[in-house]
């Protein structure tokens, strides 16, 4: 199991990260606009050059981020704490273990670039999401 923390923007994503990375001294790892991705027909026009997924790693620790269409950012928050699984069987055991008591904000399922992914807020009102990611 690997846990990381998740940044969520409003557009920002991409400054965000080139500023990250540039003050750490590491590459951003990987980048992905919605405008990329399968979901690319379904985004609004003006998000399409928004982050799907991005990622800087050094030190042994990976950070993660995005900007969220979907998503009500506060300001000054934002930050999620991911979850990376093995297997299917563990994502959903970690997802239902972290939601008794809160609330699913996207129920876990398979998308195209995980094979279980899922968002919540636990009872203490912090935000996790959960991820079995399928090879890139």
Known sequence: MQINPYMMFTGQ???AFDFYAKALGVPVAFAMTYGESPMA??????QKDW???T????G???????DGPQIDVPAGGGTVINIAVDTP???ERVFAALLEGGSATM???ETFWAHRWGM???????PWMVNCMKPM
Not at 41 to 46: K, Y
Not at 55 to 58: A, D, K, N, P
């Open 51 to 53: 982050i799907m997924h």
């Open 41 to 46: 027909e379904q985004c609004e026009a003006g």
């Open 13 to 15: 994503c991409r400054e």
């Open 120 to 126: 919540l807020v636990d009872r203490f009102g912090k």
């Open 107 to 109: 129920p876990i399922q």
């Open 89 to 91: 069987e563990e994502a």
């Open 60 to 66: 042994g620790v990976v950070l993660m981020g995005a």
């Open 55 to 58: 990622q800087i790693e050094g």
